[in-house]
């Protein structure tokens, strides 16, 4: 017998034996449903922490716009002014309380009345760094994901 003899008889028993080949594809597949599983239990946390955000900056907005009405008189005018400082200290009470950082932007209305209605509102920026967990930890190296939720509370008031 012949090497190539040998050689071809060999490789036509190969050919015909398909013993294995469910190994291979079950390895591959256990590899992409792993790799979604993970996908998806990173999207789902960021979803979830996402909406925490957003609750936080609704509250604090909301907190905020409930210290809007403490009400300062301009002496001389006819005007009724707020008072920015206790809506902010309010909202960044409700911030630190779940420990996230956020930016509050108060404005009061400097129209005076002339309108008749006065608009004041705050607007709460909620921030927060999400660790990733699993797969866009693999693929992106680690750092963490910045998420954000704004929310705007206003206050008006007939006079």
Not at 72 to 97: D, H, K, M
């Amino acid at each position: 017998m012949s090497f190539r003899y040998r050689f071809w008889a060999f490789a036509g028993r190969l050919k015909d034996n398909e013993d294995g080949q469910v190994l291979v594809l079950y390895a591959l597949m256990i590899m992409a449903l792993v790799g979604l599983a993970g996908l998806v239990i990173d999207l789902g946390i960021i979803f979830v922490e996402r909406q925490e955000l957003q609750t936080i900056a609704d509250g604090a907005a909301l907190a905020g716009a409930m210290n809007l009405n403490r009400l300062i008189l301009a002496w001389g005018t006819n005007c009724f002014q707020v008072n920015p400082l206790t809506s902010r200290w309010a909202a960044e009470e409700y911030c630190s309380e779940y420990g996230v950082d956020c930016e509050i932007n108060v404005i009061p209305d400097l129209s005076c009345g002339h309108t008749g209605i006065a608009i004041d509102s705050v607007t709460v920026t909620a921030k927060r760094d999400v660790d990733r967990f699993f797969f866009i930890h693999v693929l992106t190296g680690g750092d963490p994901i910045e998420l954000k939720a704004t929310a705007t509370a206003k206050m008006v008031d007939d006079f």
